[in-house]
């Protein structure tokens, strides 16, 4: 059971450089979000889907994009990094009703 | 809006011994999902525990059970028989069960965690 596959886990970009997460799920769940962790924050969420084709904003959406053409996938684009965005990326799933969410491992993105 | 508050930065536990990590929330609605996530170093996010607001037994899962009181908007974390694999950070966390526009049933609303660490 793969469950939730986040690619890369390391990354470092100059300011300005855009990007993708890649995050993919095997578990066939409708619901998938994008969350950040930063020190004494706990996790915040960026955007989320609830099906393919449906995104919508979370808490912190500026500066993302995502979209969600299969239920397998929810990349996560950066438009133009900036310092700000260092943290670490969590991406999630989960099926409908009362299930929690399973986390992806992590992606460490660092922006210079 | 909806907030959790996990009122201990750090805790630590001996071997074996039991603790109790905190957590409160604040919420007027009825109906919502309960959770605390435990994060390694590893860094992986992995759930623990779930609580469902309507279920007033309380959850159980091997060493790990809650104090869910409904009322007092509390809802605490008791690891028996504390095993040193069991040192991480620990997330409490509140996701509303009512479908609405905006889409709250689709957020978890996560604590600022709770460090523990076990003595050998």
């Known amino acids: 059971n793969a469950g939730v596959t986040q690619t890369p886990k390391f990354q470092v970009l100059k300011t300005g450089q855009s990007m993708t997460l890649q995050c993919a799920q095997d578990?066939?769940?409708?619901?998938m979000s994008w969350y950040r962790q930063d020190p004494g924050m706990g996790l915040r969420l960026i955007h989320y889907?609830?099906?393919?084709?449906?995104?919508d904003q979370g808490e912190v959406p500026n500066g993302y994009n995502v979209s969600r053409s299969t239920t397998e996938d929810f990349p996560l684009r950066l438009l133009s990094a900036a310092p700000s965005q260092t943290s670490v990326y969590f991406c999630?799933?989960?099926?409908?009703?009362?299930?929690?969410?399973?986390f992806g491992s992590g992606t460490r993105l660092t922006v210079v | 809006a909806q907030t959790v508050t996990q009122s201990q930065p750090e805790m630590s536990v001996q071997e074996a011994e039991t603790v109790t990590l905190s957590c409160t929330y604040d919420?007027?609605?009825?109906?919502?999902?309960l959770f605390w996530y435990k994060q390694p170093p590893s860094r992986q996010m992995i759930l623990v525990i779930r609580?469902?607001?309507?279920?007033?037994q309380n959850a159980t899962e091997n060493r790990f059970s809650v104090n869910f009181q409904k009322a007092a908007k509390s809802f605490s974390l008791k690891i028996s028989d504390s095993q040193l694999g069991d040192a991480a950070m620990y997330f409490c966390?509140?996701?509303?069960?009512?479908?609405?526009?905006?889409?709250?049933?689709?957020?978890?609303?996560f604590g600022t965690g709770t460090l523990l660490a076990v003595q050998p």
């Open positions: 999630a799933s989960r099926a409908g009703g009362r299930y929690g969410y399973t």
């Open positions: 578990m066939n769940h409708e619901y």
């Open positions: 889907s609830v099906g393919a084709g449906i995104t």
């Open positions: 919420t007027s609605e009825s109906d919502y999902y």
């Open positions: 609580q469902e607001a309507y279920k007033q």
């Open positions: 966390a509140y996701r509303s069960a009512f479908l609405n526009y905006g889409g709250a049933t689709n957020k978890l609303i």
